[in-house]
């Protein structure tokens, strides 16, 4: 009885074993056959090659108000806000002289503006060279960036540039180049490249820093696919394409343009193709696949 008994338990192991090992032979055959993968099609988009730059803000115009005569700050007749023309007076200062008196004369604005900082208070004792108010036209804004050498010859007068600040992070603002220095610095390697915005919102301010993107190169209506469909053998980049089958793929020598982040101009393809996108790893010319439709 106790023989039977082992038998039918070597039996049953036996039998769980290679049950395991057929279940191990198919599931390893499936890894090395078939490939889980995801494919979509080609889309048209705009792809613009992009260099992103830290820049600065600065007021289209800024003058530092001084007064025309040494003695005593009497009064400032604006304050920090408020709209000023030029030649509008921003302060009186008297002139201060034993036995003397003096009528206050006025310290005027040369540009049109806003006042945006009062440097001095009432009863100070001020000279040709005490600055007395700082006065900025923001309607339009300057964006300077400090353009490395090597892009230099993508740059152009009249060029699109679009910038962010962090107090509007959702908000995307536009400028064009107007200004390319004609000297590059020795020591950065850079050249100053000024662009103009609108700014009658008012919501960008003299001093602030942003994040400006310059389009080097564009591209309308390019064939383009995510940049994880491209697969790299030896520096050559690779696409992979489902066959008429549906159930293989076709390996092609991709012929590229430019790209962005995320999307590469891929310029021998068409939009009836489907693009691997997902599950390259291991893949080869010819490979079965199993097209997921799961996210």
Same mark, same amino acid.
């Given at each position: ?35 889980? %993968? ?33 003695? @005593? ?10 709209? !000023? ?6 302060? &009186? ?45 923001? @309607?339009?804004?300057?964006i300077q ?5 090597? &892009? ?7 060029? @699109?540039?679009?910038?962010? %600040? ?16 004609? !000297? %590059? ?31 080097? @190169?564009? %591209? ?10 491209? !697969? ?41 193709d489907k ?5 390259? &790893?291991?893949? &080869?010319?010819?490979?079965?696949v199993y ?5």
């Amino acid at each position: 009885m106790k023989k039977i008994i082992l038998i039918s338990a070597v039996l049953i192991s036996f039998f769980a074993l290679s049950c395991k090992n057929k279940e191990a032979e198919a599931f390893n055959k499936i890894e090395k056959d078939v490939f889980f %993968v995801k494919a979509e099609n080609p889309q048209i988009r705009t792809i613009s090659n992009e260099i992103v730059l830290g820049a600065s803000l600065k007021a289209m115009e800024e003058a530092v108000i001084y007064p025309r005569i040494n003695g @005593k700050l009497t009064e400032n007749v604006l304050k920090e806000g408020d709209s !000023v023309s030029k030649d509008q007076t921003i302060a &009186y200062v008297k002139k201060d002289e034993v036995g003397v008196v003096y009528e206050p004369a006025p310290i005027p604005s040369t540009i049109d503006g806003v006042i945006g900082r009062i440097y001095q208070d009432p009863g100070a004792d001020v000279n040709i060279q005490t600055p007395i108010a700082l006065v900025v036209n923001q @309607k339009k804004i300057r964006i300077q960036m400090d353009m490395p050498e090597k &892009y230099l010859s993508g740059i152009y007068k009249g060029q @699109k540039v679009s910038f962010k %600040v962090e107090a509007y992070p959702d908000k995307v603002f536009s400028a064009k180049i107007e200004k390319i220095s004609p !000297v %590059v610095d020795k020591v950065s390697k850079t050249s100053l490249v000024e662009a103009v915005a609108d700014n009658s919102s008012g919501y960008l301010k003299s001093g602030m820093f942003c994040e400006a993107r310059v389009a080097l @190169k564009e %591209v309308d209506n390019a064939y383009a696919v995510p940049l994880s469909a491209i !697969v790299y053998k030896e520096k050559v980049p690779y696409i992979y394409v489902l066959d008429e089958s549906g159930h293989s793929v076709k390996e092609v020598k991709a012929s590229l343009g430019i790209s962005d982040s995320q999307y590469a101009q891929v310029k021998n393809i068409n939009l009836k193709d489907k693009i691997i996108t997902v599950g390259l &790893y291991g893949i &080869y010319d010819k490979a079965k696949v199993y097209i997921s439709e799961n996210d």
